[in-house]
């Protein structure tokens, strides 16, 4: 069953750091382990013909990362970049391959210590958002704080797509964070 096999590698009753972020007005949070690093939004060069998702890639210290609208993923509407927007760098494991994915958001709020046992299920129809994207729920006073599973949130599609876009020969542009 779904819920005996939720995630197995998060609940099993150690204590984790996480750090939660916002889109829109839900809060959402994953584990430290899977973050690089946070970044101020840099100038993105647009990939042409890619997704709706991929806002564009960044050199991120000679290499190219691709950086993913957050908010697009999740069905919102796309994100309007102020000082809080920023980038977390992401450590994600797709088909057995580990990789690294920009994903826009629009603030960070902290980093926390929790017990996965604290972390709740899902009811079936409690979320908008695809099921296998949201691994939990933690209850903070009277509202609800989503634990994602990144490697599930950027699937082995979503990368496909990317690379096939981002190998495009088109030209490319840069965009500006306003």
């Excluded at 796309?78 to 450590?91: D, Q």
């Excluded at 980093?111 to 972390?119: R, S």
């Amino acid at each position: 069953m779904k819920s005996e096999q939720m995630n197995e590698n998060v609940l099993n009753g150690e204590t984790k750091s996480f750090l939660s972020f916002k889109l829109e007005h839900e809060n959402f949070t994953i584990p430290v382990m899977k973050i690089m690093e946070i970044l101020e939004v840099p100038k993105i060069t647009k990939v042409p013909q890619s997704p709706n998702f991929l806002v564009g890639v960044i050199n991120l210290r000679g290499a190219v990362l691709p950086v993913i609208d957050t908010r697009i993923k999740f069905g919102m509407t796309p994100i309007e970049f102020t000082i809080n927007t920023c980038i977390l760098v992401l450590s994600i494991e797709v088909n057995e391959e580990v990789i690294e994915v920009g994903a826009l958001v629009d603030s960070v709020s902290e980093v926390f210590e929790l017990n996965t046992n604290d972390i709740k299920q899902v009811p079936t129809l409690a979320t908008r958002y695809r099921a296998d994207y949201v691994q939990g729920m933690i209850q903070e006073n009277d509202h609800f704080i989503m634990v994602l599973d990144v490697d599930k949130v950027f699937s082995s599609n979503d990368l496909d797509s990317i690379n096939i876009a981002s190998s495009s020969n088109a030209k490319s542009e840069v965009i500006h964070k306003d």
